[in-house]
């Protein structure tokens, strides 16, 4: 079918984002019938782009508010209008113009269908040169010319939900049930996405009765919780999609990090289980998640794991990754060593403090992590040396656990932080991109116990949808201009920075 553009109409957004979505799949006759029946004729000799709305809306718009403040004026005290309750009568007004628009735009499409008007008929043979009939041969519709006739049969009452409130429209229909509206397809009760607007009150972490309860409130469309949890269970259907996407080649930064969620088992017992998340930078600073897994306790440490997880991102097109920020998960370091042997694999710093302050008594936890910061936020290596032996000259005295405990740990996750640039070394310890992520997963999870792995990770993949991937899209990484350009001196990165960063 042909793609015929409409102009959107002012008097309504919704139904301009009806028409609009529905355009693509609309065919030259249907535009045209829907531009006579709304008073906007379409010359197709001329133009097929037939201009639905634009002839009618703003006259009428001003005859809805002529009424109102007409109506007001006889009604007024003193000379001055009783403008009480304008605002609900105006709304009322414009729900009834637009349940009118959107039956006249389905009668529209029947004309086309039928291939005449309201009261005519037409045999099937002058209406098979629409794309949406196919070619049929000549013979055959001379031979039964009959049977191929189309016919109205009336209309009825049908309830449709828009976002001003429940409407009923007179529906037409024709006698061999074979009109399907693109505009109201067979089945659907909504003429917005009310999907989207429950989805986006559940990436907010509410409740279904609560989701329930605003749509009424804001929309006036009754709701019960069953179908906003049967909604909210349609997202698991768009994780495939996401979760095969084509990921973009270069990463220079990557977090690998984990919660721990209630989930019921089949049994009907629940367990705390653990979900992975792996998040990214690109090349322009944009943070985004590549990836989210759940698994069981015992394979999240195992390499096999860590290998299927990272060669998925590999077949979908990463290439190339600098760093990877991580809690020190076994399996994850040895599958990125096979899977991305260049880069540089950085244990979480926040994660090691942490871990840490279990062998510091709760009164001297504040002196403990104020004394560690210079360990790793230091000028240079040799600053960081001598911040090193005055913390441990100090705390081995007094708890030689937790001084050893730091001690094995700065050559191996401290020091090697030196080799790195200002800029570059704050993003690698800070991991403040991945903390504040699962802590946004954490508000919307809090509420209550999952049935299983899909409705864990479609209700991340909501809050991801919905607030996360909005805002990083608009901004990138603080002073990420200083980064990529450290990353293009450091002879550790410059050649695999050259390949994705123009000089």
């Known amino acids: 079918m042909g793609a015929h553009n409409i102009k959107q109409t002012t008097l309504s ?3 301009a984002d009806l028409i609009s979505s529905k355009q693509n799949e609309l065919t030259r006759e249907q535009v045209e019938a829907i531009g006579r029946i709304l008073n906007s004729p379409s010359d197709s000799s001329t133009d097929t782009k037939a201009p639905v709305a634009d002839s009618i809306v703003e006259p009428a718009s001003k005859d809805i508010v ?8 006889f009604n007024s005290v003193d000379g001055k209008p009783d403008l009480r309750n ?11 113009v637009y349940g009118e628009m959107l039956t006249m735009l389905i009668e529209a499409e029947m ?21 949406e009939l196919g070619e049929a041969s000549n013979e055959s519709n001379e031979a039964n010319p009959k049977e191929k006739r189309k016919y109205r049969n009336g209309s009825y009452g049908r309830k449709v939900r828009s976002s001003m409130g429940d409407l009923t429209i007179k529906f037409p229909r024709d006698r061999d049930s074979s009109f399907n509206s693109i505009v109201l397809p067979k089945g659907e009760k909504d003429t917005f996405a009310i999907e989207e607007q429950i989805w986006f009150l559940a990436s907010q972490g509410n409740s279904a009765r609560d989701i329930a309860n605003t749509i009424e409130r804001m929309m006036g469309c009754k709701v019960s919780h069953e179908y906003v949890n049967n909604v909210i269970a349609a997202f698991e259907s768009r994780y495939n999609e996401w979760a095969s996407r084509t990921l973009e080649a270069f990463y220079p930064f990557v977090f690998v990090d984990c919660l ?7 049994s009907g017992s629940t367990q705390n289980k653990p979900v992975y998340v792996i998040l990214g930078i690109n090349k322009d600073g944009h943070k985004d998640i590549l990836d989210i897994a759940m698994s069981s306790t015992s394979s999240a ?29 076994s399996g994850l370091e040895g599958g990125v060593k096979v899977m991305f042997p260049q880069a540089t694999v950085q244990r979480c710093i926040v994660h090691l403090i942490r871990n840490s302050c279990e062998y510091v008594n709760t009164t001297e936890r504040a002196e403990w992590c104020r004394d560690l910061k210079p360990l790793y936020s230091s000028a240079d290596e040799a600053s960081a040396e001598a911040a090193f032996d005055t913390f441990f000259a100090k705390w081995h005295p007094r708890n030689h656990i937790a001084a050893e405990y730091i001690a094995e740990r700065f050559d191996k996750h401290m020091r090697p932080l030196y080799r790195h640039s200002s800029s570059v070394r704050k993003i690698m310890y800070t991991t403040n991109a991945i903390e504040a992520t699962n802590s946004s997963f954490r508000e919307v999870v809090k509420k209550g116990v999952f049935g299983g792995m899909k409705s864990v990770i479609s209700m991340l993949l909501l809050r991801y949808t919905y607030h996360l991937k909005p805002k990083w899209d608009k901004r990138a990484v603080s002073n990420w201009p200083s980064v990529r350009c450290e990353l293009l001196a450091n002879p550790i990165t410059a050649d695999i920075a050259a390949k994705y960063f123009k000089r």
Not at 89 to 96: G, M, N, P, T, V
Request: proline share 0%; net charge positive; hydrophobic share 35%.
């Open 111 to 131: 004309d086309a269908h039928i291939g005449a008007g309201k009261w005519g008929r037409v045999s099937a043979e002058e209406t098979t040169s629409n794309d």
């Open 260 to 266: 721990y969620l209630n989930v019921r088992n089949e």
């Open 13 to 15: 957004s919704e139904l």
């Open 66 to 73: 002529k009424q109102l403040i007409t109506k007001k004026m």
């Open 301 to 329: 440490e195992t390499k096999s794991f860590w290998l299927e997880r990272l060669d998925g991102l590999k077949k979908r097109g990463v290439k190339d990754i600098l760093y990877i920020s991580m809690d020190g998960v």
């Open 86 to 96: 304008i605002r609900f009568e105006l709304d009322q007004a414009i729900k009834s």
